[in-house]
């Protein structure tokens, strides 16, 4: 009897070794609901001590399993309850301090990242919302490891018109005060429509009102793997071929996530929530997103038929995983952030991908404009077109968008921003220069669309 | 943990002494051999090996460091993983 494949094996590995086949993420979703106080300092102190009691052995088991499988655990992460809600049972809100407190709980038990320095505000604004929203720009200066998102728009609710003109203005605020690291503030905050709620991905992790007590979500990557797997296809391979290349290999990087998410959860003892199947691109050569549309066959990102690869790929890689995990969520499809891939930085500096392009992606990626650096003096008003732009689209397409732009403080378009790690470089690339002003300052809201005669 | 599976992966160049070596490590570990391949790819010698752990008195770890220290000395590499890894990826 044959105990085992030795194909298998050295796919495996090859996939590992040179192709980065990666955990991108194990995220310890924590309800934080039990912190509320009127004491804010107390609200601190339960934050504190509850986060380092779940998630003090995440570094420890995730290394172990790391090792035990060869496989890199690239990010450990904490998704938090929106702090917003936690934040307005204070007497008087410090929302500064919490996120201090989130950022102390994090290096002390070494994670990466926390998110969930948010709020819901697709319908409105609660006081603690509107607080919580004003105190970003400083929350992320004084803080390093605190990601923050905010949900203007559902395709329920339609989109918060003054809450898009209040974040244009937080985005460009944050960018300003962080303005010695190219406005790295803002590359840690997004706004959303249609918020996933059990997300393991920064910079919009955060862990919703619906989920339980505490869960482990993980993310996978593989990109490269992709890429790779659809190079070797015959060029004329025609594209149902193609995607069920793409159906098989998701479908492998998702067991894999499965495998490490299981064993996870169950050494931490809690659920094991969701794996959100995403190809993360990041700026190693050969992990990117871009390189797949290559290896479809288009010259670079950005030539025409880009959107039709994109859509094809995200879909495929959604029936590839969703069969192999009882339980998919997140983001899960094809990330195409700019600054944290190769291929689309190149894009972007040939003049390959433009602003328009981009946005014309994300009516079929899993996310949005994502890492997208602008001139450091576009108006406020113009960032709240694009964010009402890319909104629309989630609203109307009953997905979930995103936006991160950084509107990069003394840099113009051509310019390079830098970040390095994950987060990577971009060009500064062209945004539309005509106003955007008199219909985004209406104030109010886009009513929630109908969900019938659809055309 | 003890009934736990490896698959050791052995790649490099060819010479005299690999499976001695790898061999006398998983022995004087208690790790008990249940099936060996081997083949030549590419000029590379390469080995794959499966273990059983259930009788070993050591931890993962400890099996692992020592293995890598073998794919040291003998200038090879080599990959120590849990097999279910395989197991899971390969098969619906």
Known sequence: MTLFHTESILETINMIKVHHLDIRTVTLALSLRDCCDEDVKKVGEKIYNKILKYAKNLNKYADELEAEYSIPIINRRIAVTPISLIGESCKNYDYVYLAKVLDNAAKEVGVNFVGGFGAMVEKGFTRGDLALVESIPEALRVTDRICSSINVASSKSGINMDAVLKMSEIVKETARVTADADGIGAAKLVCFCNAPQDNPFMAGAFHGIGEPECELNVGVSGPGVVAAAVAALPKDADLGTLANKIKQIAFKITTTGELIGREMAQRLGIPFGVIDLSLAPTPTPGDSVAGIFQAMGLEHAGAHGTTAALAMLNDAVKKGGIMASSHVGGLSGAFIPVSEDAGMIEATKKGFLTFDKLEAMTSVCSVGLDMICISGDTPSDTIAGIIADEMAIGMINKKTTAVRVIPVPNKKVGDMAVYGGLLGEAPIIKVNSLSSTGFVRRGGRVPAPIHSLNN | ?92
């Open chain 2, 1 to 92: 943990m003890k009934d736990e599976k490896i698959i050791v992966t052995l790649l490099g160049a060819d010479k005299v002494g690999i499976v001695a070596e790898l061999t006398a490590a998983l022995a004087k570990y208690g790790v008990n051999i249940e099936d060996i391949k081997q083949t030549i790819m590419q000029d590379y010698f390469v080995m794959f090996l499966l273990g059983d752990l259930k009788n070993s008195t050591y931890t993962f770890k400890e099996i692992k460091d020592a293995l890598d220290a073998v794919g040291e000395k003998l200038k090879m590499e080599i990959w120590v993983q849990k097999k279910d890894i395989f197991d899971k990826m390969h098969s619906i």
